[in-house]
């Protein structure tokens, strides 16, 4: 029995009340009188996130993320699936099961994202099927192939026909799009979208009927700009153990209601709505559903003062009073060391004008440019005076040495599919795309990661060969990760589980990604999250100009495009 101030989500009041819990569950909640410090409110619910980007397993992001206040999250693994596939869903629901923290699924919907870059697994129609039957899988993931869905892609809609008839909703992902073609996105029958990067785009999608998750993520923010369109769920996305030691959603709703939202619209949206988009059974203090609750010490300030879940106290005064579990690591990296010359851009003449990447700081959306650039011994060189660095994507699962004979050679031919002229193969058969980027400012050294959206192959910026191979290769020493490499040595982050993650504490890896980002700095990068700005430049959904491992892609247009407009002689 629990007594104290409660809030009511379905009326807003807050009252004294008695809180009564059988087996975890609430039996009965009666007012009473008393004088109480502090307000009980229903534990805090993530309706959108990718555990795999906060670099922790399920269990060390739980140990995380309860002290804030967290109790339930909903989470697409398609990061781990696009390396592992249905092992990797599997990792992640066994090591979901040995905290308290409530962890739902979504049934990845897009793996591959995209036909136009090389993935370690597929998930297709019969997978989400048997994955969609799992108590655990509350949703189908966000239908990133919106063109897919626009043009009646039969893998597409076998995949979304399969959560209708499990009856469970599906995720959507659809940045910019509008009009007509979004009527037909919504038609489908897509329920929610965390994409929206302004005001114009969010009420579209709200007057259409779509439930908008208000994203506040490492990469991507956009609070400040949505705010005023109203929403139904305050969600994260992503995010990086930094910022995971500031808060989890306790920080977003304090924003919210910094920036103006009614603190308790602010909660609803983290609590009773997203359960009751995805059926699950708390994000109240009512009877019948689960003892999941936080005690703050009042609805201006929000700060967590203890948790509850299932009616036991599992953190209190920031600390978790659980452990988190260890695991078995294997090399996800199938990829040989490099040299420099795996990272020319072959070309003729003195100079040209080629396509250049632009990023911003805080969105994952690019833009194009064009720069014209030096060519020195037949290679494209970057130009730090202009900010023009060379990235590279690099095909890591060992899908391309399919494309050996039996006496162990290569056809070249078959290799250079879907690659520009422009670029090189490596000699160990790995396929590897090579174009311009600019925003990362980067006066010298090189950043490597094999962390990138969606198919996390490996990705580097570099402002010169030399550094981009030697990055990659302590990238490979590493078994996956995060390296950052200059004059004045490297920097590495250790990321043996998929290429992806670390069962360790937040503190210590929030400490070594610390030092990667302050070496960054030295080099001259100013963004806030350089490797996580980085991870997205391979995301071929997100507009504008993106990169695989098979070629520059323009996803207006959905096709490769040439890193080389023209030729200077």
Same mark, same amino acid.
């Given at each position: 029995?629990?007594?104290?101030?409660?809030?009511?989500?379905?009326?807003?009041?807050?009252?004294?009340?008695?809180?009564?819990?059988?087996?975890?569950?609430?039996?009965?909640?009666?007012?009473?009188?008393?004088?109480?410090?502090?307000?009980?409110?229903?534990?805090?619910?993530?309706?959108?996130?990718?555990?795999?980007?906060?670099?922790?397993?399920?269990?060390?992001?739980?140990?995380?993320?309860?002290?804030?206040?967290?109790?339930?999250?909903?989470?697409?693994?398609?990061?781990?699936?696009?390396?592992?596939?249905?092992?990797?869903?599997?990792?992640?629901?066994?090591?979901?099961?040995?905290?308290?923290?409530?962890?739902?699924?979504? %049934?990845?919907?897009?793996?591959?994202?995209?036909?136009?870059?090389?993935?370690? +697994?597929?998930?297709?129609?019969?997978?989400?099927?048997?994955?969609?039957?799992?108590?655990?899988?509350?949703?189908?993931?966000?239908?990133?192939?919106?063109?897919?869905?626009?043009?009646?892609?039969?893998?597409?809609?076998?995949?979304?026909?399969?959560?209708?008839?499990?009856?469970?909703?599906?995720?959507?992902?659809?940045?910019?799009?509008?009009?007509?073609?979004?009527?037909?996105?919504?038609?489908?029958?897509?329920?929610?979208?965390?994409?929206?990067?302004?005001?114009?785009?969010?009420?579209?999608?709200?007057?259409?009927?779509?439930?908008?998750?208000?994203?506040?993520?490492?990469?991507?923010?956009?609070?400040?700009?949505?705010?005023?369109?109203?929403?139904?769920?305050?969600?994260? =996305?992503?995010?990086?153990? #930094?910022?995971?030691?500031?808060?989890?959603? =306790?920080?977003?709703?304090?924003? +919210?209601?910094?920036?103006?939202?009614?603190?308790?619209?602010?909660?609803?949206?983290?609590?009773?709505?997203?359960?009751?988009?995805?059926?699950?059974?708390?994000?109240?203090?009512?009877?019948?559903?689960?003892?999941?609750?936080?005690?703050?010490?009042?609805?201006?300030?929000?700060?967590?003062?203890?948790?509850?879940?299932?009616?036991?106290?599992?953190?209190?005064?920031?600390?978790?009073?659980?452990?988190?579990?260890?695991?078995?690591?294997?090399?996800?990296?199938?990829?040989?060391?490099?040299?420099?010359?795996?990272?020319? /851009?072959?070309?003729?003449?003195?100079?040209?004008?080629?396509?250049?990447?632009?990023?911003?700081?805080? #969105?994952?959306?690019?833009?194009?440019?064009?720069?014209?650039? #030096?060519? /020195?011994?037949?290679?494209?060189?970057?130009?730090?005076?202009?900010?023009?660095?060379?990235?590279?994507?690099?095909?890591?699962?060992?899908?391309?040495?399919?494309?050996?004979?039996?006496?162990?050679? %290569?056809?070249?031919?078959?290799?250079?599919?879907?690659?520009?002229?422009?670029?090189?193969?490596?000699?160990?058969?790995?396929?590897?795309?090579?174009?311009?980027?600019?925003?990362?400012?980067?006066?010298?050294?090189?950043?490597?990661?094999?962390?990138?959206?969606?198919?996390?192959?490996?990705?580097?910026?570099?402002?010169?060969?030399?550094?981009?191979? #030697?990055?990659?290769?302590?990238?490979?020493?590493?078994?996956?990760?995060?390296?950052?490499?200059?004059?004045?040595?490297?920097?590495?982050?250790?990321?043996?589980?998929?290429?992806?993650?670390?069962?360790?504490?937040?503190?210590?890896?929030?400490?070594?990604?610390?030092?990667?980002?302050?070496?960054?700095?030295?080099?001259?990068?100013?963004?806030?999250?350089?490797?996580?700005?980085?991870?997205?430049?391979?995301?071929?959904? /997100?507009?504008?100009?993106?990169?695989?491992?098979?070629?520059?892609?323009?996803?207006?247009?959905?096709?490769?495009?040439?890193?080389?407009?023209?030729?200077?002689?």
């Amino acid at each position: 029995m629990i007594r104290g101030n409660i809030l009511n989500v379905f009326t807003g009041e807050v009252y004294p009340a008695e809180i009564t819990i059988k087996s975890g569950i609430i039996t009965c909640v009666k007012k009473i009188e008393g004088d109480f410090d502090g307000i009980i409110i229903p534990g805090l619910i993530d309706a959108h996130i990718h555990i795999e980007s906060s670099m922790l397993t399920p269990s060390f992001f739980a140990k995380a993320v309860v002290p804030h206040g967290t109790t339930a999250v909903v989470t697409d693994p398609h990061e781990i699936a696009n390396v592992w596939g249905l092992d990797g869903i599997n990792f992640m629901l066994n090591d979901a099961e040995k905290v308290p923290l409530r962890l739902s699924f979504t %049934a990845p919907s897009c793996v591959p994202a995209t036909e136009f870059e090389t993935s370690g +697994a597929d998930i297709g129609p019969d997978e989400i099927d048997i994955l969609l039957e799992k108590e655990e899988i509350v949703a189908l993931g966000e239908m990133m192939n919106f063109p897919g869905v626009i043009n009646g892609d039969p893998q597409v809609m076998a995949k979304i026909a399969s959560a209708k008839r499990h009856r469970k909703p599906v995720d959507g992902h659809a940045p910019l799009l509008s009009d007509g073609e979004l009527c037909s996105y919504v038609s489908a029958g897509i329920s929610t979208d965390h994409e929206c990067s302004s005001l114009e785009e969010a009420l579209e999608k709200r007057e259409l009927g779509m439930k908008i998750m208000v994203r506040e993520g490492s990469s991507a923010k956009n609070l400040e700009d949505l705010i005023s369109a109203g929403g139904d769920f305050l969600v994260s =996305d992503d995010k990086h153990p #930094q910022d995971l030691l500031e808060g989890h959603l =306790d920080y977003i709703v304090k924003k +919210a209601i910094k920036l103006g939202m009614d603190p308790v619209e602010a909660i609803k949206m983290v609590t009773i709505n997203p359960a009751e988009h995805y059926s699950l059974n708390m994000g109240a203090i009512s009877l019948g559903r689960v003892a999941d609750f936080i005690l703050i010490d009042n609805l201006t300030s929000f700060n967590v003062k203890k948790v509850f879940i299932g009616g036991e106290l599992v953190a209190e005064n920031k600390s978790a009073l659980f452990d988190a579990s260890h695991q078995d690591q294997s090399n996800s990296i199938a990829l040989e060391k490099l040299e420099p010359s795996d990272f020319r /851009i072959q070309a003729s003449g003195n100079e040209a004008i080629v396509r250049v990447i632009n990023v911003s700081d805080g #969105q994952i959306i690019t833009s194009e440019s064009e720069a014209r650039i #030096q060519i /020195i011994n037949q290679d494209l060189v970057p130009d730090t005076s202009l900010d023009v660095l060379k990235i590279s994507v690099i095909e890591r699962h060992g899908k391309s040495i399919a494309f050996k004979n039996k006496e162990g050679s %290569a056809d070249r031919e078959s290799l250079n599919n879907n690659n520009n002229n422009n670029n090189n193969r490596l000699e160990n058969l790995s396929n590897l795309c090579t174009a311009f980027v600019k925003g990362f400012d980067i006066k010298e050294g090189a950043f490597a990661s094999s962390v990138a959206h969606d198919s996390h192959n490996v990705i580097v910026i570099g402002t010169d060969n030399q550094y981009m191979s #030697q990055a990659v290769n302590t990238l490979i020493e590493n078994k996956g990760g995060l390296v950052a490499i200059s004059k004045n040595g490297k920097k590495s982050l250790k990321l043996p589980i998929a290429g992806l993650m670390v069962d360790d504490d937040v503190e210590i890896v929030s400490s070594k990604l610390q030092e990667l980002h302050n070496m960054a700095l030295e080099m001259g990068c100013s963004l806030e999250s350089p490797f996580m700005t980085m991870s997205f430049l391979a995301l071929l959904v /997100i507009p504008q100009l993106k990169i695989s491992d098979k070629g520059l892609f323009d996803v207006s247009k959905f096709e490769f495009v040439d890193v080389i407009k023209k030729i200077i002689n």
